[in-house]
């Protein structure tokens, strides 16, 4: 079945420092792929998504390349702020809309 | 427009206790998920319904979870009896309509579940 593995957390990064989270997936067909994103006790969010092959979503500075030929969709920033502190959730999405997600990656980042 | 509305935001129950969740759905969005969150873990699918009607609840445990979406607007979901390892977020969302690639979900902001 339809599967999504991302790095595990958490990562820690300074105030502007460049921001790499991986996540891979596994689907039969075209999946679409999405980045969410969880700000402590709030619900999620959907930050980008990508709908077909060598898209790019991008969405307050971030962005993420749907790349086929390695099943990947990472995601990354080049600035971050302490204010992107949050879970970042990489998930797919295929038959009937049912949206797989990975087990998310925590991002802290300090001052 | 008015996001997907979800109550109580918070519920502390003992094992072996019935809860039950309400959900809203945006206005118009006939498709509704219930996911399941445990800490430290992506979100599960448990339930999803197109309009009234249930299209994937392979992953609901049906011995002691309910979920119903009468006239396929708002919805609840049910525990009974509840168990140690249900402790967890439930979250409600909804999309437009099913079959629409790349829609994508608007979540509610989930209701956190304790049992004791």
């Known amino acids: 079945g339809d599967s999504v593995t991302q790095m595990e957390g958490p990562v820690t990064l300074s105030e502007e420092a460049f921001l790499t989270i991986n996540c891979t997936y596994t689907?039969?067909?075209?999946?679409?792929l999405f980045w969410y994103v969880q700000y402590p006790g709030e619900g999620l969010q959907l930050l980008l998504k990508?709908?077909?092959?060598?898209d790019k979503g991008s969405n307050k500075g971030f962005e993420a390349t749907y790349r086929k030929e390695t099943t990947s969709f990472h995601l990354e920033k080049g600035s971050v702020q302490v204010s992107d502190s949050a879970v970042y959730f990489c998930a797919l999405s295929g038959g009937y809309q049912k949206v797989t997600f990975g087990i998310g990656t925590k991002l802290q980042v300090i001052p | 427009e008015a996001g997907v509305a979800q109550s109580p935001r918070y519920k502390i129950i003992e094992k072996r206790q019935s809860v039950a969740f309400w959900c809203n759905p945006i206005?118009?969005?006939?498709?509704l998920y219930w996911y399941q969150q445990i800490l430290g873990q992506g979100p599960k699918l448990l339930i999803q319904f197109q309009n009234n009607g249930v299209v994937d609840d392979s992953q609901l445990p049906k011995d002691r979870f309910s979920a119903e979406r009468l006239k396929g607007v708002d919805s609840t979901l049910k525990i009974q009896p509840a168990k140690l390892e249900d402790s967890a977020v439930y979250l409600c969302?909804?999309?437009?309509?099913?079959?629409?690639?790349?829609?994508?979900?608007?979540f509610g902001s989930g209701t956190r579940l304790t049992v004791v």
């Open positions: 689907a039969t067909g075209y999946p679409s």
């Open positions: 969302a909804s999309s437009p309509r099913q079959g629409r690639k790349g829609t994508g979900y608007t």
């Open positions: 990508a709908t077909k092959a060598d």
């Open positions: 206005s118009g969005h006939a498709t």
